[in-house]
Nanobody, 119 residues
Framework: QVQLVESGGGLVQPGGSLRLSCVAS????????MGWYRQAPGKQRDLVADISSVGSTRYADSVKGRFTISRDNVKNTLTLQMNSLKPEDTAVYYC?????????????WGQGTQVTVSS
């Protein structure tokens, strides 16, 4: 059974930092592209950042220079370090694992963790 379990969300003041973690089980973690997505109320779920199995990263323009995604293929853990947080970063943050075999892809999602940036 595949499980992605996020943690680390919470309430933080503008300018503060949070560190999100996602622990995966039931998959060969190192074979998957891992990503963080977020969804604010009334909005679609959007990519925040993702990282390939070999460590290539990409970020949404809105978080470049503030957020850092990383992975530990030994501990099956994905991390998102979020600095200089803004109120517009408030959302539920989801971890996603994407597998690929030839032309077929599939996704697994975590349950999400709430991040609220407010004074």
């Amino acid at each position: 059974q595949v499980q992605l379990v996020e943690s680390g969300g919470g309430l933080v003041q503008p300018g503060g930092s949070l560190r999100l973690s996602c622990v995966a089980s039931g998959i060969t973690f190192s074979n998957y592209v891992m990503g963080w997505y977020r969804q604010a109320p009334g909005k679609q779920r959007d990519l925040v950042a993702d990282i390939s199995s070999v460590g290539s990263t990409r970020y949404a323009d809105s978080v470049k220079g503030r957020f850092t995604i990383s992975r530990d293929n030994v501990k099956n853990t994905l991390t998102l370090q979020m600095n200089s947080l803004k109120p517009e970063d408030t959302a539920v943050y989801y971890c996603k694992a994407t597998g690929r075999r030839i032309s077929v892809t599939w996704d697994y999602w975590g349950q999400g963790t709430q991040v609220t940036v407010s004074s």
